[in-house]
Each structure stands twice: as structure tokens, then as C-alpha cells.
């Protein structure tokens, strides 16, 4: 066996699986490794914080599908990366967190930069190693970056910093590869029986169509069966939007098409969804999931499987040879719903006819407030909804977006269409503020020849832009479009419909976004005419892509809000002390 030290068996190792990047911030902790990361073919992303580092981890993993990796400092540089973690995990990102820790010699003792690494990404990682005899780094390394693959999610290897000093003999192990299958030959089957019997079959598309690299099969069998496909929630990359069976996705500011179609259903396929809990609430006052029909379910992860919706078959296995597998067995069979292809194939057409007419008539909000608000705003505001429509016909062709989390990047969902799989990279069922600006950093580093765009409100932006700074020293250019309506929308529509209007801490006062960002070396662009939409976004991807620039593009909106995000989990204050009555 080969003499090395724990250091190059660790980049060694890295090496082996494929690690070309990694983001972070440098630390003494881990110098003796960074210090040849390049000649291992690694390069080190140096960010400005580091959530920002694990952000773009997962945008790097979600749009390559291989392992995205951030470190950091042992202590803060670690626990600064926590948000992003857990982000990565409710987004099934195989994301590997490297993290020094305190030395051997002196953890528990209260030194510098010391704290328990382990328990802090406990809930957000599906594995994690604990370095614990230096002879093991390849070991430990290997298999952090083999189960974030196989496990979809985040690991995390945790290396004592005095570790990656000494000799060690060692083989450096090759990257396993875990193959699925379709799932159980039962439960294949009785799902084939309900779906030849269904008349109104609908395909939920989900996440893992994306992850198991199944849309063509998921097209084949809609296709065989002429079956409506609605995307899960923020999955709108899971099926192409050109084609005749999409309909758009599920859940909060989806597609009306896809929840009314859906809601007729008698047997749904879900295919590679956990069905979210709040990807499947009522919405537009339509609770649109069909009680009565016979749910199929497809993961691969069999925890998965009726555990938030009531089933009827759960097929453990891969969402790609699962629906082939599917197809396969239609082929032999007769199907009930042949017999009304066309009469539904017309019915799809109709409500997404529908829907788009809707759309483009729905240029503002029509609530009390939303009304106030744009005749407050007078000139130089734009309707948030109108921007959207005019940015979705303005997208290049092989964009990636990412979204945020607020009020208008909500919005947004009924204006984000995709043709291809890995290409939407929305904050998932973490929710952070501050995700999507350095994601699609992560994902512009993976995929250097496409669009990259993001869209973030102004308070989203507020907590990330500083990652300008990255994308202009490291030589990353992206497009970032800022939603700047002076306010924390998405919980200031709470204070609208449940708290009487008692704006607390809900407005932004803002300097100028695209004076910031030219103050970091971006171009900053400033859009107050609806005309200028398209435009403006077309000449900041023509920057990007051909002269290697970063562009804000600081979009002024009115303070118009759409449907607000919780209206599940909130409601109308009580108070009892007699100080608080009027707040009610
Ligand atoms: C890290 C984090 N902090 C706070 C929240 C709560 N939150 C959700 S949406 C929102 C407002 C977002 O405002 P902005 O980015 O300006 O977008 P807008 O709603 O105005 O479109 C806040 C504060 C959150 N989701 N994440
Ligand atoms: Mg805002």
C-alpha cells in the first residue's frame, strides 16, 4: 500500500470521485489539504460567507448531479453553513460538507473555534463520519461522497484538525455506484392493474424524475396512456412545458389547469414525489386533491411512501426503470381510458387554454390592499405579475433559474416553464430567505455554458448579494433579477389579512440595488418600464454569456401582494390582557 499522508489521502480520494470544485473560505484548520487541491485538479471557491459556500454546493449538485462540496473554518466557518445544509437536504442535493473540527488534544477544554460539529447537522444529513483514527481518511472520505450520491443528500465528514497530519498506508477506494430497480414485482403489478382500469389517470411528475433522470419515460407513459402531467410543486423542470400533456405544477401559485385536472382524476401516479405536505394544499379556494382516487406512488425512499397521503399501491424503486418497467406492462394490457384519448387530450387543451387566457388578463392583484398600493405607486412601478410574464417570454433557451423565497419569486411559479430536467432550482422545503443568488452561482460553476439566472426580493437579495463580490472575483458571471417593492412582502401580507394592517417591521428602505452592485464590480441595471422587461433581461445573458459579466437587474415593483404563502397555518389573533384588545 501506498505511503501518504492523511492530507493526500483525503484529496486523493476526493479526486477519485470526480471533485473538481469546492467553496468556502480558507482556514488554518484544513490548509495542509487546501494546499494541494490544485494540483489534485481541485479548484477552491473562495465566497464572502460561508452559507454562501453551501448554497452553492447544492446549486453545483442539483444542476450536475454529482457531488457539490463547501467547507469551512473549524467553528464559525462551520456553523455558518448550517441554513445551507439544511437547505440541501429538504432539496435532495447530494451535497458534502467538509468540517474541521477543534484538534484531538484539545477539544473539551475551551479553546479557540471549538464546538460539537455533529449534533448542529444531525437533522440535515443522511450521514455523517466522524474522523476518528487518520488511518481511515480515505475510508471515511469515500463513503461520505458514495452516500450523499446514493442517499440524495447531504453528508458530512467531520476531520479533528490535527488528523490530517502523520503517515498512513492506504489504497484509496474507488466510488461505488448503486443501481435501482424498479421496485417490487407486486407492487408494479397492481399498479399496472389500476392504471389499465383508470379513465382519468394523471401523472404527478416529481423531484425524483429529475434526480433519476426520467423524464422520456415519464413522457412514454403519459403518452401511452394520454395522461395529463402536473410537475410537484417546484419541481416545473420535471417535464417539458412545450409539450401537449404538461400542465403546469401543483400547489401555492401553481396552475389552475393543473389543479382542476387533477382534481378529476380516478388514479394518480406519483411519480417520484414524497407528495409534500405543502406542495399539495388547497389553493385559488380549490382543494383540488382528488380524496377519492387511487393514489400510486413511486420513491426511492420507501419512508416516503404514504406518509403524508393516503395510498393505495407504494412502489419503492426508481422513478426512471419504475415507469418503464409500467409501460412495459401497459403495452401487454387493454387500457379502460383509450377509449376517451381524444375527448381528454381535448379536455387538457381547454383548461390550459384557459389558464394561459387567465394569465395574461391577470396583470395586478385586485385585493383592497394590492389597490391601494398601485395607486400609491403611480409611475415607475411595475405590476410584479406583468414583469414575470414579460421575463418568462424573455428566458433563453437552456436557462437554469433559481428562486427564492418570498412574495413575487412565489409568484413566479405560474411563469416558470422548462424544457429540460436541471434547470430549476428553487428554495425547497427548508424556505430560507437567501437561497437562490449564490445557488445559482453553485450551478453557473457546474454549467459554465448555460443562462444562469436568479430571482430574488429585495429582502432575499439584502441577505445574499454580497456573493456579488464571488461571482466578480472568481470570474462566475450570472444574471440576478432583484424584486425591489420596499418591503418584506411575503410577511407583510400576513399583517394584511390576519393582523389588521399593524405593519411591524415590514418595510425596506432601500439604497439603490443596482448602485450596490456596480459599487462590486457588477453591472447594475435599474428597470421602471414594463417595455424594458425583456429587453434589459436579454442584453444581462447576452453580458454574461459572451462578455463574462455579472448583472443585477433591480426590477422596481409596486407594493402589490398575491395569495399569501401560510394562510394554513395562521389565524386571527386573540388577546385577553386587556392592554393588547385593540390588537386584534
Ligand atoms: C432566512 C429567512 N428569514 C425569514 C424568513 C421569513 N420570510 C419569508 S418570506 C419573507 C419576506 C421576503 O421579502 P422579499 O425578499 O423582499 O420578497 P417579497 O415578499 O417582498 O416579494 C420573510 C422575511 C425566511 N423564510 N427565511
Ligand atoms: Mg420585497
Redo the contacts with the bound molecule.
Keep these: 500500500m501506498p505511503r501518504m499522508t492523511p492530507s493526500e489521502a483525503f484529496v486523493e480520494t476526493m479526486a477519485k470521485h470526480g471533485v473538481t470544485d469546492i467553496f468556502g473560505i480558507m482556514g488554518s484548520a484544513f490548509m495542509d489539504a487546501m494546499d494541494i487541491f490544485e494540483p489534485a485538479g481541485i479548484r477552491f471557491i473562495p465566497v464572502v460567507h460561508e452559507q454562501g459556500a453551501a448554497h452553492m454546493a447544492d446549486g453545483y449538485s442539483r444542476v450536475s448531479g454529482r457531488q457539490g462540496v463547501c467547507t469551512g473554518q473549524n467553528g464559525p466557518g462551520i456553523s455558518n453553513c448550517v ?1 445551507g445544509i439544511a437547505a440541501a437536504f429538504w432539496a435532495h442535493s447530494p451535497v458534502v460538507i467538509i468540517s474541521p473540527e477543534t484538534g484531538t488534544m484539545g477539544m473539551g477544554l475551551g479553546g479557540f473555534q471549538e464546538c460539537n460539529q455533529l449534533p448542529m447537522f444531525q437533522e440535515f444529513t443522511k450521514y455523517q463520519a466522524h474522523l476518528n483514527n487518520p488511518s481511515r481518511m480515505a475510508e471515511f472520505t469515500g463513503r461520505c461522497f458514495d452516500r450523499a450520491l446514493s442517499e440524495m443528500g447531504p453528508t458530512q465528514l467531520n476531520i479533528p484538525r490535527d488528523l490530517f497530519y502523520g503517515d498512513i498506508d492506504v489504497e484509496i477506494p474507488q466510488p461505488t455506484h448503486v443501481e435501482r430497480g424498479p421496485g417490487g414485482e407486486r407492487s408494479l403489478a397492481e399498479a399496472a392493474d389500476l392504471l389499465s382500469k383508470a379513465d382519468f389517470p394523471v401523472i404527478v411528475s416529481g423531484g425524483g424524475v429529475v434526480n433519476a433522470g426520467a423524464v422520456d419515460e415519464c413522457k412514454a407513459l403519459a403518452e401511452w396512456l394520454g395522461a395529463p402531467v402536473v410537475n410537484s410543486y417546484l419541481h416545473n423542470d420535471s417535464f417539458p412545458a412545450s409539450h401537449a400533456l404538461w400542465c403546469g405544477p401543483l400547489g401555492y401559485q401553481g396552475s389552475k389547469a393543473a389543479m382542476k385536472l387533477i382534481s378529476r382524476a380516478d388514479v394518480v401516479l406519483a411519480l417520484g414525489t414524497r407528495l409534500g405536505p405543502f406542495g399539495t394544499l388547497p389553493q385559488y379556494g380549490m382543494d383540488y386533491w382528488p380524496q377519492k382516487a387511487k393514489i400510486i406512488q413511486v420513491d426511492a425512499d420507501h419512508r416516503m411512501l404514504g406518509l403524508v397521503k393516503e395510498i393505495s399501491v407504494g412502489i419503492c424503486g426508481d422513478a426512471r426503470v419504475a415507469a418503464q418497467s409500467l409501460l412495459h406492462r401497459l403495452e401487454e394490457m387493454s387500457l379502460a381510458c383509450d377509449a376517451t384519448k381524444e375527448r381528454r387530450m381535448a379536455e387538457i387543451k381547454r383548461e390550459k387554454d384557459g389558464w394561459e387566457k387567465e394569465l395574461d388578463e391577470w396583470i395586478h392583484e385586485r385585493d383592497d390592499f394590492s389597490l391601494e398600493a398601485i395607486a400609491r405607486a403611480g409611475e415607475g412601478f411595475l405590476h ?1 405579475r406583468q414583469a414575470l410574464r414579460e421575463l418568462e417570454k424573455a428566458m433563453p433557451e437552456n436557462v437554469m433559474v433559481s428562486t ?8 413566479a411559479n405560474s411563469y416558470l416553464r422548462f424544457e429540460k430536467p436541471r434547470s430549476f432550482f428553487a ?1 425547497m422545503s427548508f ?4 437561497y437562490a443568488f449564490p445557488t445559482i452561482i453553485g450551478a453557473k460553476v457546474a454549467a459554465p455554458d448555460r443562462p444562469a439566472i436568479s430571482y ?8 445574499s448579494m454580497g456573493e456579488t463580490m464571488t461571482c466578480v472575483r472568481e470570474d462566475i458571471p450570472v444574471t440576478a433579477v432583484v ?11 400576513n399583517q394584511v389579512d390576519f393582523y389588521g394592517r399593524r405593519f411591524v417591521a415590514g418595510e ?1 428602505d432601500n439604497q439603490s440595488f443596482a448602485g450596490i452592485a456596480r459599487a462590486m464590480g457588477a453591472q447594475g441595471v435599474i428597470v421602471d418600464k414594463l417595455e424594458d422587461v425583456g429587453s434589459v433581461l436579454e442584453s444581462a445573458v447576452d453580458a454574461q454569456m459572451n462578455d463574462r459579466k455579472t448583472t443585477i437587474v433591480e426590477i422596481m ?1 409596486t407594493q402589490e ?1 398575491g395569495d399569501p ?1 401560510r394562510r394554513d397555518a395562521l389565524s386571527k389573533p386573540v388577546r385577553h390582557l386587556d392592554k393588547y384588545k385593540a390588537y386584534v
Design positions: 441554513t410584479p427564492d423565497i418570498g412574495n413575487i419569486n412565489s409568484v428554495a424556505g430560507n430567505c437567501g430574488a426580493g429585495d429582502g432575499a437579495w439584502g441577505m424584486f425591489n417593492n420596499g418591503q418584506w412582502g411575503a410577511e407583510k401580507k425596506l415593483c401582494l404563502f
